[in-house]
């Protein structure tokens, strides 16, 4: 069973930053488009960032210019830099594949608190 493993939540002041990661346990992580997910107190999973394969990268209008997602096949991990973050980007981040299926179970995912 592949493991997701999300880490480097915390909390950030509005504006600050935050650089999340995900270890993934499949050795053929390469081949898998990858996103990451956020999800609100109360509001479902919504997909903020997705990276393929070849690295072509595509980002929900809202974090465009303040999201870089990232991937490092040699150790089988996406990772999320986040800039200015806003009070309603708060929540839980989640990685799975673009689209996510049956075959991979979600992670723990890691929690981003946004306060002064």
């Known amino acids: 069973q592949v493991q997701l493993v999300e880490s480097g939540g915390g909390l950030a002041q509005p504006g600050g930053s935050l650089r999340l990661s995900c270890t993934v346990s499949?050795?053929?992580?390469?081949?898998?488009?990858m996103a990451w997910y956020h999800q609100a107190p109360g509001k479902e999973r919504e997909l903020v960032a997705s990276i393929k394969s070849d690295s072509i990268t595509n980002y929900v209008d809202s974090v465009k210019g303040r999201f870089t997602i990232s991937r490092d096949n040699g150790n089988t991990a996406v990772n999320i830099k986040m800039i200015n973050l806003k009070p309603e980007e708060r929540g839980v981040y989640f990685c799975?594949?673009?689209?996510?299926?049956?075959?991979?179970?979600w992670g723990q995912g890691t929690t981003v608190a946004i306060g002064s």
């Open positions: 499949s050795r053929i992580f390469n081949l898998y488009p």
């Open positions: 799975n594949k673009n689209p996510p299926d049956a075959s991979w179970s």
